[in-house]
């Protein structure tokens, strides 16, 4: 089983509605992460996580809120999508190792299409 | 955030090493290189990363300039499933603050068979 899993993989909405994507693992890990990726372009951190009572915005938050329901639960939602958010969301998470944050490991990705 | 500049493409072929280069003049003295690679329709996936010296792992082999300002990813024998964009990101040691990975457009290497 995958460690970082991530529902839906696909979904296709409208103008205005309310989505949640959301994100599970088994790794253990404290730090969670949600990105976004658009065509041709690299990786954009939406939000991030320490713990669940630590909720951060990272690069690109409006528009987005996320909620931290358990250490192995991370979920993101649009409140009221519109076609720009149209994009690959990933989510990620990585934890501490001899007193440093190392790699995250990145889930297989939600492909959101807003109409 | 300390920018990298990486080459928009590559192409090698299958069977031979690859070596691919990343500048980050930038650099602070506590930032680490970290290397990701993106194949098609996955995930990001962690491939290496160092702070001074040269690493060594079962995927790749990364170079560090003594000055730190550029490194270099090694494959040391490139596979047709080693085609993928790859990205070179800096990283604060504990991912204080603005936690997260910086991804710029990345390097998309293409094998040739």
């Known amino acids: 089983d995958a460690d970082v899993t991530q529902t839906p993989r696909n979904r296709i909405t409208k103008t205005g509605k309310r989505i949640m994507l959301e994100c599970s693992q088994t790794?253990?890990?404290?730090?969670m992460y949600w990105y976004r990726q658009d065509p041709g372009l690299g990786l954009r951190l939406i939000y991030y996580s320490f713990d669940v009572k630590d909720i951060n915005k990272g690069e690109i938050s409006d528009g987005y809120s996320v909620s931290r329901q358990a250490q192995a639960k991370f979920s993101l939602s649009l409140e009221s999508a519109i076609p720009n958010q149209t994009a690959l969301y990933f989510c990620?998470?990585?934890?501490?190792?001899?007193?440093?944050?190392?790699?995250?490991?990145f889930g297989p990705g939600t492909r959101l299409t807003v109409l | 955030d300390a920018k990298t500049t990486q080459p928009n493409s590559m192409e090698s072929n299958e069977e031979e090493p690859v070596h691919l280069p990343c500048n980050h003049s930038?650099?602070?003295?506590?930032?680490?290189i970290h290397w990701y690679r993106q194949l098609p329709s996955q995930g990001p996936e962690y491939v290496i990363h160092g702070l001074t010296s040269n690493v060594n792992n079962r995927m790749a082999s990364l170079a560090i300039a003594e000055d730190r300002k550029s490194s270099t990813l090694i494959l040391h024998r490139a596979t047709l499933r080693d085609a993928a964009v790859y990205y070179c990101i800096l990283r604060e040691p504990s991912g204080g603050g603005a936690d997260g990975l910086t991804f710029g457009k990345g390097t998309h290497l293409i094998i040739q068979p």
């Open positions: 790794k253990g890990h404290d730090r």
């Open positions: 930038t650099i602070s003295g506590t930032d680490y």
């Open positions: 990620a998470t990585s934890d501490l190792r001899d007193g440093v944050y190392n790699e995250q490991f």
